[in-house]
């Protein structure tokens, strides 16, 4: 709170009315980045040239403005402020997590792991996976064709055969899609089910604390680990483990060229999906709430710790039993402005929790990203959660364990600094 304040006075005190230029000039720059970036995205041609300029100038001039009238030293030592403010503000309100509770597991008889050679361009071969796999008593199944331009085996009914060949424990080395297929053969069998982070993004990994710079160390699980239950989503019978999408994403990862060339497909799709009454709009509901007309929408296996929805964020637990939502609509430069500036507080965004969301649109078919893999589902399609079905064997030591940033609430933070001191006596 002090740091807050100070941040505030510095704006103030040196300046008089300097202040009030220092942030209106500083909240003008970001809705006018905020426009640019829409006029990028959703235009083609000149307007997406000025759209540019416009995102990419705006925070040049303002710092010229600064320096022009003098300012910069207020400017910065503000800005300092505030960051050192946000940093205790979250620091105050953590609490640990009653989530990821482990408890002791026994060593697997006969583990059974599935790796992708290709997955993570190719993290298998590197890490020597499938030689420290098989030193440690598991057995290994390729997910690689088995001929030159074959296809490739299904990782589901992969899992199941090993089920009834005997497995006491599954395991997959590849990315979050084929995760979420072995882990329900997993749940259905209530066999414990071992991650291995060497995937592209590992999104799963990051949020269980598994390491994902050295995949191999997720193999430690198989003799030195412990057992966390965690929730695991459904969509229209699919399972998954992160994130089903909808909407302008989901349209994106629909084509074939976006693969090889991501940021290319999505800019030459965008003006078509986001322009006014052109793009596809989705109409939502999560439990008793109604999300009408969204352009895109983001449906999470448990939520994240920021409304981000290209998954940029964390997700405190797995367990909380609770479906996170994202929903999304600007339709236009002012309110992809009131967007940047008022953030989670703006009309076009939405954030909320729920146990079941239904997801419908005027066709009769959906395109959905589950986990990142593109799919089409008959509308509507329908997200649910399965709490603590999942067991995910985990090593003891991992490194990701570090608890993520909750949510900012300055109101929490004022009750802390002021209100009354619970469970404290005059000997504390």
């Known amino acids: 709170m002090l740091a807050a304040v100070v941040a505030v006075l510095t704006l103030f005190l040196p300046f008089g009315d300097g202040g009030v230029l220092i942030v209106l000039s500083g909240l003008a720059g970001l809705a006018l980045s905020a426009a640019g970036v829409w006029w990028f995205l959703a235009h083609r041609g000149p307007v997406r040239f000025l ?4 995102a990419a100038g705006t925070p040049v001039g303002v710092m010229l ?4 009238g003098g300012l910069w030293p207020s400017a910065l030592t503000a800005l300092a402020l505030w960051g050192v403010a946000l940093f205790c503000a979250r620091r105050a309100l953590h609490r640990p997590s009653l989530g ?5 597991a026994a060593r697997p008889a006969r583990p059974v792991l599935l790796m992708n050679p290709k997955s993570g361009g190719g993290k298998v071969e590197k890490f020597d996976l499938v030689g420290k796999a098989e030193r440690l008593g598991a057995k290994v199944l ?7 331009g074959g296809a490739f085996p299904d990782a589901a009914e992969l899992a199941r055969s090993a089920v009834a060949g005997g497995a006491d424990l599954l395991g997959v080395a590849g990315g979050d899609g084929t995760q979420a297929l072995v882990a329900a053969v997993a749940a259905e069998h209530d066999l414990p089910f071992l991650v291995i982070s060497a995937g592209t993004r590992n999104h799963f990994a990051m949020d269980l604390g598994l390491d994902r710079a050295d995949p191999s160390r ?5 003799t030195d680990g412990e ?3 965690v929730d695991l989503g459904d969509v229209a019978g699919r399972p998954f483990v992160n ?12 084509r074939p060229e976006y693969r090889n060339a991501k940021a290319e497909t999505a800019l030459s799709m965008m003006p078509d999906l986001l322009a006014a009454g052109s793009g596809r709009r989705l109409d939502a509901r999560a439990d008793a709430t109604e999300l009408p007309d969204q352009q895109a929408l983001l449906v999470s296996n448990n939520p994240y710790n920021s409304p981000d929805p290209f998954g940029g964020g964390k997700r405190p637990r797995l367990d909380g039993g609770a479906l996170g939502v994202v929903g999304i609509r600007v339709d236009g430069a002012a309110q992809a402005a ?3 500036v008022r953030g989670a507080q703006s009309a076009g965004l939405n954030v909320l929790t729920a146990r079941r969301v239904e997801v419908g649109s005027a066709s009769t078919e959906l395109a959905v990203a589950v986990d990142g893999e593109a799919l089409t589902l008959p509308a509507p399609v329908v997200c649910t959660l399965r709490p603590r079905a999942l067991r995910v064997l985990v090593p003891r030591d991992r490194p990701g364990t570090l608890p993520a940033a909750p949510p900012l609430s300055w109101r929490r933070v004022v009750a802390l600094a002021f209100g009354p001191r619970r469970g404290r006596t005059s000997h504390d």
């Open 142 to 148: 390729l997910l690689a064709p088995a001929e030159p």
């Open 100 to 104: 990821h509770r482990a408890r002791p």
């Open 243 to 254: 994130t089903v999408s909808f909407g302008v994403y989901a349209d994106v990862v629909q």
């Open 227 to 229: 057992e966390l239950r």
């Open 218 to 222: 997720c193999l430690d699980a198989l």
């Open 338 to 340: 009131d967007l940047a």
């Open 65 to 68: 403005l600064y320096v022009a």
């Open 51 to 54: 759209g540019a300029l416009l």
